[in-house]
């Protein structure tokens, strides 16, 4: 049942969904929108990983999916904790009131 | 027939996630992320790998996404902060991360197109998968035990309510200091 | 043989335990520790000799360990016993005992320094550790750390009244001025590690034979001219010879033992040691008793224009050793160690009972106030009166057999003999008569102030012993430095010679003088003074003929005036606007850190696309 495509195509997708999260990163403000974006960022380098293994039937690209999806848990862990911290200290999800830390 | 599910999973993939970026109302942009995401799993179960589909789904859709909705559900994110987000989103501020973005996009297309080469139609199965990752990627198993475990204990640090009562005190309040939960997780430890 | 390492550990160990614990000590454990440990260190030093003599006297080697291995470079912590060594060691301890005992009488009840009781003996016991390091070292970096550690304890003594700035003053001067001569003398070791490729000293001074001999001799006359330079300053020699009438700020005891009998002496050593050098460069060895002889004639002028009586003896002392010098440099080696032994102990007996005088006195140093002491204080007067007929070399004391070899040697020197036995008779005169003035002055004529002598067994006993060893220690001969030293013992001279007759003769007509001018007074020395002429003069000799006023006027103010000038630090300047350049940059960085996530990923995002762009070679 698996398809033969060209790999250019899925990696264009690839290219092409994890750029929509850059632009979601770059424009949100909203924090929880931007966490969502990065979900979405990871998700793009997910696909090229597979594609990459598909290329080849290796097991490898599947195996970085893997470790991406834990990277991903470990991070929408915390970073939601954060979010939490954040909503209660400014009263607001606004990332860009959290600017403390300028030179 | 496959050859057109992948191109109309890509476009469901491509739309989905095109709302996940614009759209005004959390629970809403979720949603399509869902979608988004389980558009990708279609893609990767027709790449030939159903375990990273499967996965796909039941982690990042089904794990992932959920704990981004308890999120939203407690921070209670309305009908107010829609009308926030619409304010922040202003036409003007779209321009220059999609002429970077564009920038980019065309950047990779140069350097895939061309290559001439077909993802092989061949199916990478469970096995093979368990099999590589408990042999080669052993210590990178591990150390993904370490992350999940640091951010484990990260999450746990974070959510705790003190740290919004007690800005800026450096001592630890005392129900922190519990000896008698402590104690017999450290001899079970000992035991084991 | 096997106790050699207990000389040295014994004074250690001492010092160890009175500095670690001189809060807690009583003053009779720090007094028993203090002269005890050195005791210890004496009577070992005693087997060790009867070993060395039983053996055979035959040089012998102890190692005790090794102090690095690095690349083939393994510099051994390894003494060296030889008859100059020997002999040394023996002063070093047996004096060193002796006025450790005065010692702690005299320090008992210091009223400038109460406190400072095991202080006191744990510098002086650090003292003899490092100057039994010193002449026991077999290799350069051990001497030169007995070196280093002797002017560390110099230093710590000198200053040891520390309340008093100018006591500080002294010390730093002493210091800073030997520090020049330590240059010198480490230039010279580096030069001789270079030249040699070894540290080891009969090592170098074999391998110094066979490479110069004969040959270019230029290289030996640098390194000897070096060596000089650093036993210059060490045995306060001219030029550098300021320090040591200001080193008499310490207490006594330390005047005796370091800046009288053993400190001052190592530049003696030294140059004994060494003197494979001096042998292959004559130029070298000609500076020696040039050096030498020049101190000697200062010295005794400036001491006889003295008032304080330490200063007295400082000059005296500065003389004294100049004969060393002169004796080394003429060529009666074994005379130069010989009256390096003997001058110990008529130095620091004249020292310890110059010290028993200041003491009855309550701390006066000045000779006009005293006056007809000898009826009030006999013990001192006696033991002083013994010591300066011992300096004045009169016949039959010890110092006379020393002296007279020196004199008689360098009457025989091949190119200068009657140019450099004139200079040390006149400046034998010399020291017979500044002696006389100092005892007439200090013990006869009227009485002009209180005494109270309260001096105790541990005060008079030393005395009493070096009494003994000042008159008979001349009586034994000196064969123990015949093996080391070039000249194979003291030379054998006719006593009824001409030469041999005048040179004797010198101090007894010193004597006669001194007494005429200053007992009698067939001359008004007053009224000699007062003239304008006269008074100039004494003023010359008084200030040591203006060396202490080169010395400030070439060095000290011009460096105080750039110092002053260059109080902005210039040289700062490149830090100072290197840390401006940097804080400016810092400070133009630190503009894009402004805190907001967002404007760091789009930053990291654009430095990407250029990144792409620059590869993909659309740009750049």
């Known amino acids: 049942m698996p398809v033969a495509v060209p790999i250019e195509h899925v990696l264009a997708l690839a290219g092409l969904l994890f750029l929509l999260g850059l632009i979601g990163v770059l424009v949100r403000r909203n924090v929880m929108f931007l966490l969502m974006s990065l979900e979405v960022m990871m998700n793009a380098a997910s696909l090229a990983f597979v594609a990459a293994g598909a290329r080849w039937a290796a097991p490898d690209g599947q195996i970085m999916f893997m470790f991406i999806l834990a990277l991903a848990a470990a991070e929408v862990a915390v970073a939601l904790g954060i979010v939490v911290q954040l909503a209660r200290r400014f009263e607001s999800l606004d990332v860009d009131n959290a600017d403390e830390m300028y030179g | 027939m496959e050859t057109a599910i992948f191109y109309i999973a890509a476009l469901v993939a491509a739309l989905a996630t095109l709302r996940v970026v614009t759209h005004v109302n959390a629970s809403h942009a979720l949603i399509y992320l869902v979608v988004s995401l389980l558009a990708v799993a279609v893609i990767f179960f027709l790449l030939g790998a159903p375990f990273a589909a499967a996965l796909e789904v039941v982690v990042y859709a089904g794990a992932i996404v959920v704990l981004f909705l308890f999120v939203v559900m407690m921070l ?117 | 043989m096997d106790l050699l390492w207990l000389v040295p550990a014994a004074p250690l160990v001492g010092f160890l335990i009175l500095f670690v614990l001189h809060d ?5 454990v720090a007094a028993v520790v203090g002269a005890g440990s050195v005791g210890v260190s004496a009577l070992a030093a005693l087997l060790v000799g009867m070993d060395y003599y039983e053996a055979g006297a035959e040089p012998t080697w102890q190692l005790l360990w090794t102090w690095m291995s690095v690349a083939g470079f393994d510099p051994a912590i390894r003494l060296y016993l030889d008859g100059l060594a020997l002999a040394m060691t023996g002063v070093i301890t047996g004096v060193g005992f002796l006025i450790h005992v005065y010692a702690t009488g005299y320090m008992w009840n210091d009223h400038e320094e109460p406190e400072g009781y095991a202080r006191f003996f744990a510098y002086m016991n650090l003292f003899v550790f490092a100057m039994l390091m010193l002449v026991l070292g077999d290799n350069l970096l051990v001497l030169f750390l007995g070196w280093e550690g002797v002017g560390l304890c110099s230093y710590l003594l000198i200053g040891f009244y520390h309340r008093d700035p100018a006591n500080g003053y002294a010390a730093r001067k002493a210091f800073v001025v030997t520090r020049v001569g330590d240059t010198f003398m480490a230039l010279g070791l580096f030069l001789m590690f270079r030249e040699l490729g070894t540290i080891e000293i009969q090592q170098s001074l074999t391998l110094a034979n066979e490479q110069w001999s004969g040959g270019d001799t230029t290289m030996a006359l640098i390194i000897g001219l070096l060596l000089l330079g650093g036993a210059v300053g060490k045995s306060a020699q001219v030029p ?9 700020a310490g207490p006594t005891p330390v005047s005796a033992l370091i800046h009288a009998a053993t400190m001052v002496t190592a530049g003696v050593y030294l140059i004994a040691r060494m003197h494979d050098i001096f042998l292959i460069s004559p130029e070298a060895q000609l ?193 123990v430095v015949a093996d080391v030293l070039p000249d194979g013992g003291l030379g054998e001279f006719s006593h009824f010679s001409a030469v041999a007759l005048v040179t004797m003769a010198m101090p007894f007509l010193g004597i006669f003088v001194g007494w005429l001018v200053f007992g009698r007074r067939v001359i008004d020395v007053e009224a000699l003074a007062a003239s304008k002429a006269g008074n100039a003069l004494k003023r010359f000799f008084f200030g040591g003929w203006g060396f202490d006023w080169l010395y400030d006027n070439a060095v000290v103010r011009p460096v105080m005036w750039v110092a002053r000038i260059n109080k902005g630090d210039i040289v700062d300047w490149i830090y100072r606007i290197t840390v401006a350049v940097t804080r400016g940059a810092h400070h133009v960085g630190s503009l894009t850190q402004s805190g907001r996530l967002r404007w760091y990923a789009a930053n990291m995002a654009f430095g990407l696309a250029l990144f792409f762009l620059i590869v993909l070679g659309v740009i750049g």
């Open chain 3, 287 to 479: 500076a020696v008793a040039v050096v030498g002889l020049a101190t000697l004639f200062i010295a005794s002028f400036t001491a006889l224009v003295q008032t304080d009586i330490k200063r007295v003896l400082a000059f005296s002392t500065m003389s004294q050793i100049g004969y060393m010098f002169f004796a080394l440099g003429v060529g009666a080696w074994s005379a130069a160690i010989f009256h390096l032994m003997t001058h110990a102990f008529f130095k620091a007996l004249l020292f310890l009972s110059a010290g028993s005088v200041i003491l009855a006195l309550h701390h006066e140093q000045d000779i006009f106030k005293m006056g007809g002491l000898w009826r009030k204080l006999p013990i001192p007067f006696a033991s002083m009166l013994i010591g300066s007929i011992c300096l004045a070399a009169l016949p039959f004391t010890s110092g006379f057999f020393s002296k007279d070899v020196i004199m008689l040697t360098a009457f025989e020197h091949a190119s200068h003999g009657l140019v450099f036995w004139g200079g040390a008779a006149i400046a034998a005169f010399m020291t017979a008569l500044y002696t006389t003035r100092m005892m007439i002055i200090v013990f006869f004529g009227e009485e002009r102030s209180e005494a109270h002598d309260s001096s105790r067994l541990n005060m008079w006993g030393p005395l009493l012993v070096l009494c003994a060893l000042s008159l008979l220690g001349g009586w034994f001969g000196f064969g």
């Open chain 2, 76 to 192: 209670n994110l309305g009908r107010t902060s829609v009308e926030r987000e619409r304010g922040w989103l202003r036409p003007g501020m779209w321009i220059g991360p999609a002429v970077l973005a564009a920038v980019l996009l065309v950047s990779f297309v140069f350097v895939f197109w061309g290559t001439d080469a077909k993802t092989s139609g061949e199916m990478v199965g469970p096995r093979a998968v368990g099999i590589a990752l408990f042999g080669p990627y052993i210590i990178a198993v591990e150390l993904a035990g370490f992350l999940l475990l640091a951010a484990l204990v990260g999450a746990w640090h974070l959510g705790r309510r003190y740290l919004e009562e007690r800005r800026g005190a450096d001592d630890f309040p005392e129900e922190d200091a519990s000896p008698d939960e402590a104690a017999p997780e450290a001899s079970a430890e000992g035991n084991a």
């Open chain 3, 240 to 248: 550098l010879q300021t320090w040591l009438p200001d080193a008499m």
């Open chain 3, 24 to 28: 807690y000590l009583p003053k009779v």
